[in-house]
């Protein structure tokens, strides 16, 4: 008999689907919007991509990747020092009024009183001007960035605390993360499961108008993933969410 983990594994819950599934529909309608995916694309180093339209489709987005972590995006800390003091900070998150604006990390130094801020946008353009965040930002931003360059990309969410891309490649969804290091972060769905112990019970992918339950492709323990769901009583079958992210109005 599998013997199933208590931590780390529950289905989402509503809230954190319908606060998902709304910022994940704007963020693709952005994909497709060619004013951003312009001003994202002037971003990107040229010497990287060429002046004419990428015919080689892996060998700029391995090095996009790269100059992405390396050069562009900078990690916020979930608990940062003061930048005065190097004291430790109290974090307080206030909740933002639509995706566009999920949240406000406000984060005050025990020992000077200084106060650091951090705004978690769903604006495109306002993170890449900011060119900071967690996985979610980086993410986000980094579809964009795929997508100007003519390569299909959507957002991955495993509701268990982070989330990555996919990119069509040769008619085939590749896992891309921007944070983690080259190669690592080309293609290596197991990674998270093998190395951080993730167990998974929905693994989401977004495009503007479609919602696909990827899990199978993170994971080597299909069964204990169909456990899970069972053992929690999901109510909510892929589908089912398919259905309600189809609904979705984003404005
Ligand atoms: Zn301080």
Known sequence: MLKLPLVNCMVP????????????????????SLEILHYVRNLIPGKLIGDTEVKDRDEPLKSVLQWFKKDFMRWTPKDP?????????????????????????????????????????????????SRTGRCSEWSMLFGAILNSLYIETRIVHDYLDHCWNESLIDGKWVHIDS????????????????????KYSYVLAFSANSLED??????????????RRKRYKSSVKAEEYANIYSRIQCT
């Open 81 to 129: 020092k003061c930048k005065r003091c190097n004291a430790l900070m109290i974090t307080q998150s206030i909740k933002g009024n639509s995706w566009k604006l999920r949240s406000m990390e406000m984060y005050t130094c025990n020992n000077c009183c200084s106060l650091q801020v951090f705004p978690r946008y769903g604006e495109i353009i306002k993170i890449s001007e």
């Open 13 to 32: 819950s509503s809230r954190a689907i319908k606060d998902t599934f709304v910022l994940y529909k704007g963020i693709s309608k952005q994909y497709d």
């Open 179 to 198: 944070t983690l290091d080259y190669p690592i972060s080309f293609s290596h769905p197991y990674y998270y499961e093998q190395n951080w112990d993730k």
């Open 214 to 227: 990827v899990t199978k492709r993170y994971t080597q323990q299909w069964d204990l993933v169909q456990l």
